[in-house]
Nanobody, 126 residues
Framework: VQLQASGGGLVQAGDSLRLSCAGSGHTFSRYTMGWFRQVPGKEREFVAS????????VYTDSVKGRFTISRDNAKNTVYLQLNSLKPEDTAVYYC????????????????????WGQGTLVTVSS
């Protein structure tokens, strides 16, 4: 599956953004999807994951209550809604996919994902 992330930009603290990740090439609904982020000089870190149907989601503690992951399998797209943004949320955000059909699960591990998008930069000014 090929992934194309978009929606990043420069915002102020407290603002919102919605990131999108469009998939193509395979049956999107057969993939667990995830979002990760990376700051230069640091390791890529897990942000959120969503199961194939969208019924199950999981988040890293620092974004719980502020970020929401969702998906529209009819549109082959996964979203990450970022609310109440903080300067420490500044990073390049990557979407990722892994074929998990027929299982319904989320995944937190960087190495668990087989496919990656190119990243979209989110910059939050104070």
């Amino acid at each position: 599956v090929q992934l194309q992330a978009s929606g990043g930009g420069l915002v102020q603290a407290g603002d919102s953004l919605r990131l999108s990740c469009a998939g193509s090439g395979h049956t999107f609904s057969r993939y667990t999807m995830g979002w990760f982020r990376q700051v230069p000089g640091k390791e890529r870190e897990f942000v959120a994951s969503i199961s194939r149907s969208g019924r199950t989601t999981v988040y890293t503690d620092s974004v719980k209550g502020r970020f929401t992951i969702s998906r529209d399998n009819a549109k082959n797209t996964v979203y990450l809604q970022l609310n109440s943004l903080k300067p420490e949320d500044t990073a390049v955000y990557y979407c990722a996919a892994h074929f998990t059909y027929p299982h319904e699960k989320t995944m937190r591990g960087l190495g668990e994902y087989s496919y990656w998008g190119q990243g979209t930069l989110v910059t939050v000014s104070s």
